[in-house]
């Protein structure tokens, strides 16, 4: 009897060492994980941070026909993003008369209408300078902006 008991300690000893083990392993993992998460956050943070573009209503929360913000600033290259907000349908109208020299307006506007809520359309300025841009349904009631690239 006194050796059926030993084998059954030292059998629950050798379970128990297992099992601490077992518990150690993931606990190992869950942290490689996380250090790997964490290093992936921060570059992407990093990566944004580094590309800060910018975005527009079209249509002011209020339910104002307007671009909110009127003025953007943004450095050449960056995306600008206009997203149907209130009041639409839409459009985004580069100003002929009021983009730096030698740039198209009709080639970066676009004339047709943004029809549904959070319909969206994105244009990226290389060109420094400042661009006068309009709604065309809305011009009349003052929905007119400008965006800044520098």
Sequence with gaps: QTVIMQTIR??????????????????????????????AVSSLALAMS?????????????GALAFEPATVTVKAGEKITFVNNAGFPHNVVFDEDAVPAGVDADAIS???LLNAPGEAWSVTLDKAGTYGIYCEPHQGAGMVGKIVVN
């Design 10 to 39: 030292a059998s629950a000893a050798s379970r128990s060492v297992r099992a601490s083990r077992a518990t150690v392993k993931p606990q190992a993992s869950i942290q490689k994980v996380a250090q790997v998460a964490g290093v």
């Design 50 to 62: 580094a590309h800060a573009d910018a975005t527009v209503k079209l249509g002011a929360d209020s």
């Design 110 to 112: 676009r004339n047709d």
